[in-house]
C-alpha cells in the first residue's frame, strides 16, 4: 500500500496559463516520483518533499477534486505532471490518473499532461472525449534521442524509442501532443546531432509541436544528485560544470543561442510548431466539437 498523505486541496489555479501550454490549473495526484532522472528540479530542497524517490499518494484526492472542479466558475485547461510523472508504476493499479481524467470530462475541462511514460496510451479513449470539448495537450518529455543515453540519465521509464512510439499512437488517434525537449545537459544532451536526431524522430512521429529549453537547472538538493549520478557515469564532468555554472540556477547549454536558431529553422523546415504561443493556440483549434445543428 501507498502512503497516504492529507490534502486540503489538489487543483491550483495558474497566473499566467500563457507562459505554459495554456494551463489555468494546476495539479499533482501523487507526491514524489520513482523515474530517477539525474537532473530532476522537482527534489530540490526548497521543494520539502522528503524521500522524493517514494511516492505517496494524496488521500482523498478524487472527491477533493471532483469538489474543485464543481466549484470552479472558469472551465480551462489542467495540467498535470509538474512535480510528478502522473504515469508512475503505480498508476498501473491506482488508475488515480484515469480517474481524474474522467472527472475533467465530466465537468467539461480541458487537460496537459507531461509524462515520460507509456501509460498514458492505456488512456486515448478518455482523452480523446475530452478533446471533444476542450484542448488536450500531452507531452512526451524526450531529451536524449538515444535510447543507451536515456538508460542513463532517465533510468527508470520508457525509453525515448518507446515514448515515440506513443507519440506516433497518439497522433495517430488525433490527440494533440508533442515534445518537451528539456532539459539539456552539457557534453551529454545538450549538442546539435541529438537534437538534429529528435526533430527528425518527431516528425516520423508525426507530432504537432517540440518545445525546447536549451539548457537546465541546478538548485541546493538536485545538484547534489546530478553531480553523484555524473560522477558515476561521465567521470570528470563535474568538474566542467562547476567551472562553468558554478551556484548558477540556470544554466545554458554551450552555444545555446547559435544551437536555438539551428533548431527554430530545422522544425520549420519540417512543419512543427515551437513557440508556446503558436502551441496553445493550436490546442484551441483541434478542439472537436460536436455539431450542435440538428440541420
Ligand atoms: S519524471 Fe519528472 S519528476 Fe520524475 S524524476 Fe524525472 S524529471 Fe523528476
Known amino acids: 500500500m501507498l502512503e497516504e498523505i492529507p490534502s486540503k486541496s489538489i487543483i491550483i489555479k495558474q497566473k499566467h496559463p500563457e507562459y505554459w501550454f495554456g494551463y489555468d490549473y494546476n495539479m499533482n495526484l501523487y507526491k514524489g516520483c520513482f523515474h530517477g532522472c539525474i537532473y530532476c528540479d522537482s527534489r530540490s530542497e526548497c521543494y520539502h518533499i522528503k524521500n522524493f524517490d517514494q511516492i505517496s499518494i494524496k488521500k482523498n484526492a478524487l472527491s477533493i477534486i471532483e469538489k474543485?472542479?464543481?466549484?470552479?466558475?472558469h472551465i480551462g485547461v489542467i495540467g498535470t505532471g509538474s512535480m510528478s510523472?502522473?504515469?508512475?508504476?503505480y498508476e498501473k493499479e491506482y488508475k488515480l490518473?484515469?480517474?481524474?481524467?474522467?472527472l475533467i470530462e465530466k465537468y467539461g475541462f480541458g487537460v496537459g499532461i507531461a509524462t515520460k511514460s507509456n501509460l498514458v496510451v492505456r488512456d486515448k479513449e478518455i482523452l480523446n472525449k475530452i478533446q471533444q470539448k476542450a484542448p488536450v495537450i500531452i507531452c512526451l518529455t524526450i531529451t536524449a534521442a538515444d535510447d543507451e543515453i536515456c538508460k542513463i540519465i532517465e533510468p527508470n521509464v520508457s525509453l525515448s524509442s518507446e515514448r515515440f512510439e506513443v507519440l506516433r499512437e497518439l497522433s495517430d488517434e488525433g490527440i494533440y501532443c508533442g515534445i518537451l525537449m528539456m532539459p539539456l545537459l552539457p557534453g551529454i544532451t545538450g549538442n546539435l546531432e541529438n537534437i538534429r536526431e529528435i526533430i527528425s524522430l518527431a516528425k516520423k512521429a508525426n507530432v504537432d509541436f517540440?518545445?525546447?529549453?536549451f539548457g537546465f537547472t541546478m538548485r541546493d538538493g538536485n545538484r547534489e544528485y546530478l553531480y553523484e549520478q555524473l560522477d558515476k557515469y561521465y567521470p570528470g564532468y563535474k568538474e566542467k560544470y562547476i567551472k562553468l555554472f558554478g551556484n548558477d540556477y540556470s544554466c545554458h547549454i554551450p552555444k545555446a543561442n547559435e544551437i536555438s536558431k539551428v533548431f527554430k529553422k530545422e522544425c520549420e523546415q519540417v512543419r512543427i510548431i515551437y513557440k508556446m504561443d503558436e502551441i496553445i493556440a493550436k490546442s484551441k483549434e483541434k478542439v472537436i466539437r460536436k455539431q450542435l445543428s440538428f440541420f
Open 210 to 213: 517540440i518545445y525546447p529549453s
Open 97 to 102: 490518473t484515469k480517474k481524474a481524467l474522467h
Open 68 to 73: 474543485e472542479l464543481r466549484g470552479f466558475r
Open 85 to 89: 510523472d502522473p504515469y508512475n508504476p
